[in-house]
């Protein structure tokens, strides 16, 4: 078994405790869905960012609230890049899967989609 990681982003349309929620767990409920096999007993670890302007609550917590008591979570700020994305939570989760790395599944959502077309409609 290896460790994979999996990358996703969302945006938000203000920055309000309940936006930073509700999208967070929009966006970890698609990962999941697209990775099937992934369950909370196999993640190392998750890693969320936001972009500067998102201050109003801790993406992991969206985590803690779907169940990954347990996880390891860490949250930080992206560093402000002009003419970046704004309104902006990534996540990378650290699985351990025996899936290839081109097996798993990133999702992008909402604005976020720009950040990696290639990726985006996985």
Known sequence: MQTR??????????????????????LLDAILVANPNLRGNDIASAFFTTTEDVTSAYPALAARQIGWDAVPMLCAREIPVPESLAMCIRVLIHWNTGLSQKEIKHIYLRDAKILRPDLANN
């Open 5 to 26: 990681g999996i990358r996703g982003a969302i945006t938000i349309s203000a920055d309000t405790k309940e936006n930073v929620l509700s999208a967070t767990h929009e």
